[in-house]
């Protein structure tokens, strides 16, 4: 509505019906639409990248409190897994064992596949048919890590989205609030032609008798064709005649 207001007011027709309207306000209307149009066209971009800044803290206490768990859990490995008298007993134990937990490097770095699922099976397979009791190890270690842990932070990473939808909402509000105000002084103007007797209000008759072209930016703006309904919708007070201010309102409205 307010982008068709913007091309109608511009419109080169009007324009000669309108007096002492200054360079500067034009331009700076000009300015304003242009803006405007940027940022409808790359709204999506800056939601993604508003998100993406929200969630950068959020990613790094989630690396921070990864590495923690990690380091907490290839420490249990180191004392579980190759300190066992199977090492010693079975040489396929004693290979999965040496190969992916002999010492805290080789550790967290295996837990850390595991925790992304890359071929865990490969980890903890060979070592849980040797010893059965393994698998509460790796089970708590999954579902802490790749399961609660992650979900756990996607649940947070949505709801930073949801707020910053919440205020993109804000900032668009106010967006628009400032383009009903570079448009106040064009409807004032549009206003004061109309006042064909200049009393500071518009009457049924005054409508009636409206250039052509400001009709026609009425009813483009407005969505109505009958001058006696736009006309009701303007007197808000039902006195039979509009201020500028109830003009103004009503068609920013």
Not at 21 to 42: E, N, Y
Not at 72 to 96: G, H, K, M, R, S
Not at 188 to 202: Q, R, T, V, Y
Request: hydrophobic share 55%; proline share 2%; charged share 20%.
């Amino acid at each position: 509505v307010f982008e068709s207001l913007f091309r109608a007011l511009g419109d080169s027709a009007l324009s000669s019906y309108v007096e002492n309207v200054s360079i500067l306000r034009v331009l700076r209307l000009a300015r304003l639409v242009g803006a405007l149009r940027v940022f409808v066209q790359f709204r999506t971009l800056w939601l993604l990248v508003r998100g993406l800044n929200a969630a950068v803290g959020t990613i790094l206490w989630t690396f921070v409190l990864m590495f923690i768990i990690i380091y907490i859990f290839a420490v249990l490995a180191l004392e579980l897994i190759p300190q066992n008298d199977l090492v010693y007993q079975d040489p396929e134990y004693q290979e999965a064992a040496l190969m992916w937990f002999s010492n805290i490097l080789d550790a967290f770095l295996s837990l850390f596949q595991i925790m992304t699922l890359d071929s865990a099976y490969l980890i903890y397979r060979p070592l849980v048919q040797k010893r059965l009791g393994l698998g509460l190890f790796f089970a708590s270690y999954i579902l802490l890590v790749s399961i609660a842990l992650m979900n756990l932070v996607t649940a947070v990473m949505v709801d930073n989205s949801i707020n910053q939808a919440n205020e993109d909402r804000e900032v668009l509000r106010a967006w628009q609030r400032s383009k009903k105000e570079a448009l106040i002084p064009k409807l004032k103007d549009m206003f004061e032609i109309l006042d064909a007797d200049g009393s500071g209000f518009l009457t049924l008759d005054e409508l009636e008798e409206a250039p052509q072209k400001i009709l026609d930016v009425l009813h483009e703006v407005l969505h109505c064709t009958d001058l006696r309904l736009i006309f009701e919708q303007l007197d808000f007070a039902e006195t039979g005649c509009i201020s500028i201010d109830d003009f103004c309102q009503g068609v920013l409205r």
